[in-house]
């Protein structure tokens, strides 16, 4: 439904729902907004199901992907969220991160007033909390980006009756990239089609 992204439908209230696209950058070329407005009225997939489409709002931002290059705290500044790049590479959210961190942040920053000192170094715990945390998990769900955007439609067909197989909870820690590896390593054993595509390179970067 899009190209190097994907497409999503989420209902948010009686009658209404979001439809979006994604698209990455720079590996397509393609507008997100015409993509949008051409899966709108060629309703093609679960679109066709919604019957007449009204649109009420409409919103374009940009998501970061640039992985982990960013800095976050300077002198009398913290980046949280979207300005951090504290994104999941692999579906391009990053709220729950943004909620979680910008706590953190607000305390530090908070203490560091109360200290009189708000130079990058008092600052500095925020962003050793937050690269702890999950410096690992947005690394490995890149390695697993990477690979899906090279995927051809047949091939995302084949992967998706891979990831099918998953119980719900290992879905969504799957996808929210939510995963250690003594996790891995259990998931293996009850998805072996799976580790070989994705895990074994997971593996690999929790290593290096």
């Known amino acids: 439904y899009s190209p190097a992204g994907y497409a999503w439908i989420f209902p948010v209230g009686k009658n209404i729902v979001r439809i979006g696209v994604g698209v990455g950058k720079p590996e397509s070329s393609v507008d997100p907004t015409e993509k949008l407005n051409e899966l709108i009225k060629s309703k093609i997939g679960p679109i066709k199901k ?60 908070a203490d560091a007033i109360k200290s009189g000192k708000t130079d990058e170094l008092a600052l500095s715990p925020y962003e050793k909390n937050w690269k702890k945390a999950i410096e690992s998990k947005i690394k490995s769900a890149g390695k697993i980006q990477d690979r899906w955007i090279g995927l051809s ?24 990239a ?31």
Do not use: C
Request: charged share 25%.
């Open 153 to 176: 439609d047949e091939q995302w067909d084949e992967e998706l009756n891979i990831i099918k197989e998953l119980k719900p909870n290992e879905f969504l820690d799957f996808i929210k």
């Open 50 to 109: 919604l019957g007449k489409i009204t649109p009420i709002e409409f919103h374009y931002g940009l998501i970061p992907n640039d992985g982990l290059s960013r800095k976050t705290v300077y002198n009398n500044l913290i980046l949280v969220g979207d300005s951090a790049g504290q994104a999941n590479p692999l579906v391009l959210e990053g709220i729950r991160y943004a909620i979680k961190f910008g706590r953190i942040a607000g305390k530090i920053s």
């Open 178 to 208: 939510d995963f250690g590896l003594i996790d891995m390593i259990k998931m293996a054993t009850r998805h072996p089609k799976l580790v070989v595509r994705q895990l074994f390179s997971l593996v690999k970067t929790k290593n290096n």
